[in-house]
């Protein structure tokens, strides 16, 4: 397990902002990609955006045009941009990472969205 440590989750009201970051401590070795996934109350962890090596990005179908994910190899840190906040993306996210040691999981962000 790599330690992932996340920030920037708060309370937003509907159509703001927030910037989510999440560094990969120690040593880290061949990254096969990082992303953010969320998981509300009474829904299953759900895929949010994952970025490769070699910058491919995936996002979610509620999240296109509103989030974007973004990464510092140097760092081995992510990014995740989230515009136009609505009240259905409230959720715990965490940040995740697979390597060829495996995946980790950070401990989760909450992200509250008010209407």
């Known amino acids: 397990q790599v330690p992932l440590v996340e920030s920037g989750g708060g309370l937003v009201q509907a159509g703001g902002s927030l910037r989510l970051s999440c560094a990969a401590s120690?040593?880290?070795?061949?990254?096969?990609?990082m992303g953010w996934y969320r998981q509300a109350p009474g829904k299953k962890r759900a895929l949010v955006a994952l970025?490769?090596?070699?910058?491919?990005?995936n996002y979610a179908d509620s999240v296109k045009g509103r989030f974007t994910i973004s990464r510092d190899n140097a760092k081995n840190t992510i990014y995740l941009q989230m515009n136009s906040l609505k009240p259905e993306d409230t959720a715990v996210y965490y940040c995740?990472?697979?390597?060829?040691?495996?995946?980790?999981w950070g401990q989760g962000t909450q992200v509250t969205v008010s209407s």
């Open positions: 995740y990472l697979s390597s060829v040691s495996g995946a980790s």
């Open positions: 120690g040593s880290v070795f061949v990254i096969n990609a």
């Open positions: 970025i490769t090596t070699g910058s491919n990005t």
